[in-house]
C-alpha cells in the first residue's frame, strides 16, 4: 500500500508534506491536480463538484508555492502587468501541468495573453531557482510524428 502511494504521487509530480496521508485522498489530489487545468473555467465547478461526490468527507486544502506566487508577482510589476487573481490561478495551474508533462501547447484566441502567461511563468520559475527553455515548433513546419514524438 505505500508502495502504490508513493508511485501514484511521484507519477502525479506531488511533494507531500504528510506521508500518512490516506490513498482515498492521494487519489483525490492526483484526480483534481492533474485534470482541473485542463477544463474552461465554466466546468471547473461541475468536475469539483464530482470529485467531491466521488470522495465524500474529504476536502483538499490547495496546493500553495508561496515562493512561485511571490516571484510571479514580482514579475507582473517589472513586466507593468496587472496582477490578477484568476490570471495567477491559470499561472499556477500551467507551472503544475508542465512539471508532470514533457511538453505543453497553449491554445486560444488572439490577445488572450498565452505569450505573457508562458514569460511571467518562466520568469517566475527562473527566480526560483529552476530556469527554463522554451522550444516553439510550427506545427504547419513538421508532420505530427515529428511533433509528437
Known amino acids: 500500500k505505500q508502495w502504490y502511494q508513493r508511485r501514484v504521487a511521484i507519477t502525479a509530480g506531488i511533494e507531500?508534506?504528510?506521508?500518512?496521508?490516506?490513498?482515498?485522498?492521494i487519489v483525490m489530489r492526483v484526480l483534481r491536480?492533474?485534470?482541473?487545468?485542463?477544463?474552461?473555467?465554466?466546468?471547473?465547478p461541475l468536475f469539483l463538484s464530482l470529485i467531491?461526490?466521488?470522495?465524500?468527507?474529504?476536502?483538499?486544502?490547495?496546493?500553495?508555492?508561496?515562493?512561485?506566487?511571490?516571484a510571479?508577482?514580482?514579475q507582473c510589476e517589472e513586466m507593468k502587468l496587472i496582477y490578477h487573481l484568476p490570471w495567477v490561478l491559470k499561472l499556477i495551474q500551467l507551472f503544475e501541468t508542465q512539471r508532470v508533462r514533457h511538453?505543453?501547447?497553449?491554445?486560444g484566441p488572439s490577445g488572450a495573453g498565452k505569450t505573457e502567461c508562458i514569460h511571467?511563468?518562466?520568469?517566475?520559475?527562473?527566480?526560483?531557482?529552476?530556469?527554463?527553455?522554451?522550444?516553439?515548433?510550427?506545427?504547419?513546419?513538421?508532420?505530427?510524428?515529428q511533433m509528437f514524438g
Not at 126 to 133: D, Y
Open 16 to 25: 507531500r508534506d504528510n506521508a500518512s496521508d490516506p490513498e482515498s485522498k
Open 33 to 44: 491536480d492533474m485534470n482541473l487545468s485542463k477544463l474552461v473555467d465554466e466546468d471547473e
Open 103 to 107: 511538453g505543453m501547447m497553449a491554445l
Open 120 to 145: 511571467v511563468l518562466m520568469k517566475a520559475m527562473s527566480a526560483c531557482g529552476s530556469p527554463t527553455k522554451e522550444m516553439r515548433m510550427n506545427p504547419k513546419a513538421i508532420t505530427s510524428p
Open 72 to 74: 510571479i508577482k514580482d
Open 52 to 70: 467531491s461526490d466521488l470522495f465524500p468527507a474529504i476536502t483538499l486544502d490547495t496546493a500553495g508555492y508561496p515562493s512561485l506566487e511571490q
